[in-house]
């Protein structure tokens, strides 16, 4: 259907969101009639609700997600490696580390520095008197 929004999930609502939803279902709206207000899912509204009848909070837990692959000290040393030699490769990297992981955990590593993985040059680009010179 064209022009129609994607719902948003529970785990996409901001706080503000929650709390609203809480006041709203606490007012006595229905699950449906909050979700199409809000623009989010009747299964988000619902989570959101059921969470805070359990625990008493519609915030999200500290530590929720995935486990980091790597330590605070083994975050330095890719930051340092990469202020050290910007030519490093991740896969260089990865393997001073020690630690098995992704290519893509380097790269968030050194974007939680402010810092950017490019790939190294492989040889310099060519002058316009070098390809004058080649061409003859």
Do not use: Y
Not at 33 to 46: I, K, N, P
Not at 60 to 70: E, M, Q, V, Y
Not at 85 to 107: F, N, W
């Amino acid at each position: 259907m064209p022009g129609k929004r994607a719902r948003r999930h529970f785990s996409q609502l901001s706080e503000f969101e929650r709390d609203l939803i809480i006041r709203i279902k606490t007012a006595g709206w229905s699950t449906r009639r909050v979700a199409g207000q809000l623009d989010g899912s009747e299964c988000a509204v619902r989570k959101c609700w059921e969470q805070w009848a359990r625990e008493g909070t519609h915030a999200r837990k500290n530590g929720s997600g995935a486990t980091r692959k790597t330590t605070r000290r083994e975050d330095r040393r890719i930051v340092r490696q990469a202020l050290v030699d910007p030519t490093v490769t991740r896969s260089t990297m990865r393997a001073d580390v020690g630690v098995a992981i992704a290519p893509q955990t380097i790269s968030r590593r050194l974007a939680e520095a402010n810092l950017i993985s490019k790939r190294p040059f492989r040889a310099l680009s060519l002058t316009l008197e070098h390809w004058q010179q080649r061409l003859q």
